[in-house]
């Protein structure tokens, strides 16, 4: 079965990670071994959580965030500070945005429109050798971002979804720039996709003759302003393709989408402070007979969970940059599987 998450830029619907093989069980991380007869469990957490805030604020990686007037763009700029990392003042926007200035953690961020784009970003890089750029810009500016950020030279996280995905690998493969290129940056929904599609591969039928009943409850705002709303929906095509293959019928009952504030408020449960941004997936399996039902769900609240793991694949990028890694473009399967996370 081919992977409907493996990244071929052959294919225009297969965009942000390679799937797991079955039969990958290698994990790579680096071994410890601490004694537990005279340490607390308060004592090892305090310790874990020492050195691994000490490693990434070491790092001391300077990060460009393009699109920060969104509030994508913001919420990278808070996890990153939060991370130690160094937040270059400068940041590209729309031509309307031109000389504005943005204050996010403190620091005023000047935004620059399209003109001149080129020199500014490379005597940034000259300022900043180790700089990463991270995109959470739109879907029309994807594919002109990256040829600028590879035309540089400079490492980038490309968060934004849309473009042309084909023209966008290719141009980092001919430009020799590393990349992390994923328009899911959540690393937890990144793994329950990888988990649903190792239960496709390896348990295909295992729910033959259940029907699907598909409810999202949704408000966008979470991904506009500056950045790119098809994560949310992609992710749920995914998710179908895979319970449809262990039900084998192929076969979906209906698709629910719940729009109106006051049920999802009352029915869905979304806390009210969310309403205005949140995306909450619901996957209910039922038998034929009625007496047996599976439900599956991810919700999000907010956009830290996209920003935590922009940071991570910031930090990873970082690394590998650093290493002098063969391999160039990596996905969220990627940084996942590095086991280095914060």
């Given at each position: ?20 093989r079955?039969?990958?069980?290698t ?18 957490q ?22 920060c007037?969104?509030?994508?763009g ?37 935004i ?80 329950f ?26 408000n ?25 293959m262990?039900i084998?019928s ?93």
């Open positions: 079965m081919v992977s409907l998450l493996k990244v071929n830029h052959q294919q225009h619907f297969a965009v942000f990670f390679s799937g797991i079955p039969n990958d069980r994990v790579h991380r680096k071994s410890s071994f601490i004694s537990m007869s005279s340490t607390s469990p308060t004592t090892i305090h310790l874990h959580s020492t050195l691994s805030s000490s490693s990434n604020h070491n790092l001391d990686i300077p990060i460009m965030v393009n699109g007037s969104g509030k994508m913001k919420a990278v700029i808070k996890a990153a500070d939060s991370a130690g990392l160094n937040i270059v003042p400068l940041s590209f926007g729309s031509a309307v945005e031109n000389g504005k200035t943005v204050q996010v953690c403190g620091k005023d961020i000047l620059h429109g399209p003109d001149d784009r080129e020199n500014v970003l490379a005597s940034v890089f000259d300022e900043h050798p180790n700089l990463v750029v991270v995109d959470y810009t739109v879907p029309t500016a994807v594919n002109d971002n990256a040829e600028l950020y590879c035309k540089v030279g400079v490492p980038f996280v490309m968060g934004t979804t849309g473009g042309d995905r084909d023209r966008l690998y290719k141009t980092v493969e001919d430009s020799k720039v590393y990349a992390v290129i994923s328009p899911q940056m959540g690393k937890q929904v990144v793994a996709l990888a988990a649903m599609e190792i239960m496709a591969e390896q348990f295909p039928g295992a729910f033959s003759g259940y029907s699907l009943q598909v409810s999202f409850s949704l966008l705002g979470i991904f506009l302003g500056g950045e790119d709303g098809g994560s949310s929906s992609f992710n749920s095509l995914i998710l179908i393709s895979f319970l449809l262990v084998s192929y076969h979906l009952d209906q698709i629910q989408m719940i729009r109106d504030p006051q049920r999802q408020l009352e029915m869905v449960g979304v806390p009210e402070e969310h309403l205005s941004g949140h995306a909450f997936h619901m996957y209910h399996l039922t038998s034929p007979d009625q007496t047996v039902s599976f439900e599956f769900q991810h919700n999000v609240c907010g956009r830290s969970i996209y920003a935590e793991g922009t940071v991570d694949a910031v930090i990873f990028l970082a690394k590998k940059v650093q290493s002098k890694a063969d391999k160039l473009i990596y996905n969220m399967i990627d940084v996942l599987r590095e086991g280095n996370m914060r």
